[in-house]
């Protein structure tokens, strides 16, 4: 459970994840084609008592502009570093690979290497501030974020939880270089997507 589940106390009905999916889809679908199709059910989806997740079935990847590498789930790391999301790959495979979700409008990123929900690491501090990592079993406060499409199919990412942008940390290097954060308050060449 989230530290952030408590300010959020909603009980949410998940739609599971299908293996078969992943491997029937041969390749990405836009994540702003993706939204835009979930947008169409929102009125339904919001009229739901209490507040529904609904996922769309089809996978995406993350893209970012500042150095054109897919964002990958470190999924191989342990410990507080477990799922943490970085623009470092150069071709899109399990790792690279999200489910985007609807929730009260807002969305939810899904990681398919492990089926947990991409969440802002709001309570930590320092350079480590609003860390995204693939880790939460649950959409609460910290796993919700608002899209910004912007033109030529890019787009900005909002957290819900403190409002601030995600940013690709493409100034870091070793193992921190691309780190994604909700850090930035406005959009910049590391705060694109596609």
Known sequence: M??????TSTALEEQEVSGAF???QAEPVPLLELADELAAQAATLDAAVPPTIVCNPKWTTITSVANGRYVSAEVGWGGTQYGTLRARAYRADLWERY???YFAGTYALKSLANGRYVS?????GGDTF???RARATEVA???RFY???LSGGQYALRSYAKNFYVSAEIGWAGDRYGTLRARATAIQLWE???
């Open 147 to 149: 899209i910004i499409p």
């Open 141 to 143: 406060a910290w796993e």
């Open 22 to 24: 992943a491997e029937v």
């Open 192 to 194: 694109l997507f596609r």
């Open 130 to 132: 609003g860390t995204l």
């Open 99 to 101: 489910q985007l979700c």
């Open 2 to 7: 989230s530290a952030d589940t408590a300010q």
């Open 120 to 124: 802002a690491e709001i309570g930590w």
